[in-house]
Antibody, heavy 116, light 108 residues
């Protein structure tokens, strides 16, 4: 069974750094892209970008370029989303998803709250 | 970057009725790589349709997708109570994928 399990909710202050994770199981992690999707409170889905765990192909949406960093560790079948300096506007649920003819499997989401 | 515009913003229907949702792209979607998702409150999205018209695994046949180029639609025949949710389209025909703004299907 394909599963993507994300790390737990985070509460951070503006300016702090953060790295959240997405652990994949039930399939060959290196064969599929992982997408990251943001959903701000009460709003729609925003495609942040995509990372390939095998060839390290990474693409960022222009809206997120320079604001976040994607990475992946094949040895533990885990993808990561990282911020160096959070802002209150980063408060949202972040989903990872396997890209396969669209996003066919999703993580449960990680709620990130940034508040002073 | 391709912009996807979904309409209507909200659709008010009764169980048993048919829902038709539209997704219009600002430029042609390469390969008709257009997906539809359903999202219920407090849940992650669920893939319904990929490649414009192919139902994902386990999706009931009352859901169907159609369209090509810049105009796509999702039809839900005979709405069931569990179908009331928000629906999003997404294109992945370019290197930068994008989502539409969503259509909420609410119970009249």
């Amino acid at each position: 069974e394909v599963q993507l399990v994300q790390s737990g909710a985070e509460e951070k202050k503006p300016g702090e750094s953060l790295k959240i994770s997405c652990k994949a199981s039930g399939y060959s992690f290196t064969n599929y892209y992982i997408a990251w999707v943001r959903q701000m409170p009460g709003k729609g889905l925003e495609w942040m970008g995509i990372v390939h765990p095998s060839n390290s192909d990474i693409r960022y949406s222009p809206s997120f370029q320079g604001q976040v960093t994607f990475s992946a560790d094949k040895s533990v079948s885990t993808a990561y989303l990282q911020w160096n300096s959070l802002q209150s506007s980063d408060t949202a649920i972040y989903y990872c998803a396997r890209h396969n003819c669209g996003c066919d499997h999703w993580g449960q989401g990680t709620l990130v709250t940034v508040s002073s | 970057e391709i912009v996807l515009t979904q309409s209507p913003g909200t659709l008010s229907l009764s169980p048993g009725e048919r829902a038709t949702l539209s997704c219009r792209a600002s430029q042609s979607v390469t390969g008709n790589y257009l997906a539809w998702y359903q999202q219920k409150p407090g849940q992650a999205p669920r893939l319904l349709i990929c490649d414009a018209s192919n139902r994902a695994t386990g999706i009931p046949d009352r859901f169907s997708g159609s369209g090509s180029g810049t105009d796509f639609s999702l039809t839900i025949n005979r709405l069931e109570p569990e179908d009331f949710a928000v629906y999003y389209c997404q294109q992945h025909g370019t290197s930068l994928h994008t989502f539409g703004g969503g259509t909420q299907v609410e119970m009249k």
